[in-house]
């Protein structure tokens, strides 16, 4: 019998270096450099690299892929209580080599890469040294890729890709691209795709423009809409076999979500500490904000809300190192990718709230985070997707009943019950 909530004492001492770490060396990067992708701007690379260096001296590097896949093998649970403290700031992920989307475009190069396909793409990632972008999401269509159109026809040993991709986030940072693209559209829906490795250099790879998410505030995106134009590339640029491609996106896209769901347990922290500290600062009428049963009421929703969410996170990460296949936790994973929008948005808009005018200002983190919650509802499958998924494999285990009641019909469980029990009643009941 094993049902445990302690982290065991030598983890617990690497999880404080790492609190104490993010919080001294790494969190005010976030007020300094621009975006944690950009690997090749030279003021990243100068004070990003020096932490990174570090990260790997403390053996916390790349925490996310088994050892045989090249990694440490530390497993979900863990990395789980990392990304918590990874969460809550903006350049914690990538100063530990686990930011997304690299770690799932890592895992699947690790899985169905070939020797040579890793030794190009995988080992730099690995190292820090390039990061990578997922373009799976089209313009006409996102939620549904059997609706996917962009295109791959083979000719000579080479394959030549046409369409657009929306929303392949760091295309402009990335040495490559892994693009889902339709190879063979007369099979089934689910076995008309490939995956490929795109080199970003590959002429015709066009970035129409950079979009930004929420207001326009002048800067650059970083959500490529990207034109594929007689894309050439070689045929053993390949993930995994052809028609395998939905099967490949399901095993990174499993991976790619709960990992959201651990770094967002740290941003709802984040926003829940300066809630508390807000109300045991300010005063109105007389007396502390904490003092008012309002305002308990949201502190109390607030840690109940993110206690619930995190739980569900750190059990769903020890059902994968259990079962180690996606596959086999897909409610669990679907169950928390459609939860944390929620909790996410609903602690940090009451955090928001109890600042009042600050919190609605720039000064503070949480219009961010009110707008990150709802991106969160769309990255990786919209939250409706997810809570179908939860649904069909909830009633997997289930099933209907031909009676005219339902068996939790009262007058028949009591008619049952008097059957079996009623002889032996003193009184008539
Ligand atoms: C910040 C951000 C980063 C992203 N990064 C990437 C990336 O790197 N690579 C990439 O390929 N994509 C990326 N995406 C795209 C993301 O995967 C899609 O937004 C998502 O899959 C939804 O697709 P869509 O936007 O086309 O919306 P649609 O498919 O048009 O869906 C719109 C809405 O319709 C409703 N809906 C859809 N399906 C159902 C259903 N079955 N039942 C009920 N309602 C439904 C939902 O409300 C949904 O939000 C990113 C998105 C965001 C916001």
Not at 56 to 84: I, T, Y
Not at 358 to 368: I, K, V
Request: proline share 5%.
């Amino acid at each position: 019998m094993s049902w445990d909530f302690e982290t065991d004492p030598e983890f617990a001492t690497s999880l404080q270096w790492m609190e104490d770490f993010v919080r001294e060396e790494v969190a005010p990067l976030d007020h300094v450099l621009g975006y944690p992708h950009d690997v090749a701007n030279p003021n990243n690379r100068k004070l990003v690299k020096p932490l990174q260096a570090k990260v790997k001296d403390m053996g916390l590097w790349a925490c996310h892929l088994e050892p045989e896949l090249g990694g440490l093998g530390f497993g979900q649970l863990k990395l789980a209580l990392m990304n918590e403290i990874l969460g809550k700031a903006r350049f914690a992920p990538i100063v530990f080599g686990c930011q997304a989307p690299d770690t799932g475009n890592g895992e699947i190069l690790a899985k169905y890469g070939t020797p040579e396909q890793k030794e190009r793409y995988l080992q730099p990632l690995l190292d820090g040294d390039i990061v990578s972008c997922y373009s799976m999401t089209e313009p006409h269509a996102g939620s549904d890729p059997t609706m996917f159109k962009v295109r791959a026809e083979m000719d000579g040993n080479h394959w030549v890709i046409n369409g657009d991709k929306w929303f392949s986030s760091n295309a402009r940072f990335a040495s490559f691209l892994i693009a889902l693209v339709v190879t063979d559209p007369e099979a089934q829906p689910h076995n008309r795709m490939s995956m490929f490795i795109v080199p970003r250099e590959t002429p015709g790879l066009n970035i129409l423009r950079s979009v930004h998410v929420g207001i326009d505030d002048g800067q650059e995106g970083t959500h490529g809409y990207v034109r594929y134009e007689n894309v050439r590339i070689p045929a053993d640029h390949m993930l995994g076999d052809p028609g395998q491609g939905f099967i490949v996106a399901q095993t990174r896209l499993g991976g790619g979500r709960i990992h959201h769901a651990m770094r967002t347990v740290g941003q709802i922290r984040k926003a829940f500490d300066l809630m508390c500290e807000r109300v045991l600062s300010r005063e109105t009428k007389g007396e502390l904000l904490a003092n008012k049963q309002m305002v308990q009421a949201m502190i109390a929703d607030s840690w109940i809300e993110m206690e619930q969410f995190r739980l569900l996170v750190l059990r769903t990460a020890w059902r994968i190192d259990k079962y180690k296949d996606y596959m086999a936790v897909r409610k669990d994973i679907s169950a928390i990718k459609a939860a944390m929008p929620k909790v996410y948005h609903d602690v940090a808009t009451r955090a928001l709230q109890i600042h009042g005018s600050l919190g609605m200002s720039n000064e503070m983190p949480f219009t961010q985070q009110v707008l990150s919650s709802l991106t969160m509802g769309l990255v990786d499958g919209p939250t409706e997707v997810h809570k179908v998924t939860v649904a069909r494999q909830v009633l997997r285990d289930y099933e209907g009943t031909d009676g005219l009641f339902p068996t939790g019909h009262l007058p028949a469980l009591k008619e049952k019950a008097l059957a079996k029990y009623g002889d032996l009643l003193d009184d008539e009941i």
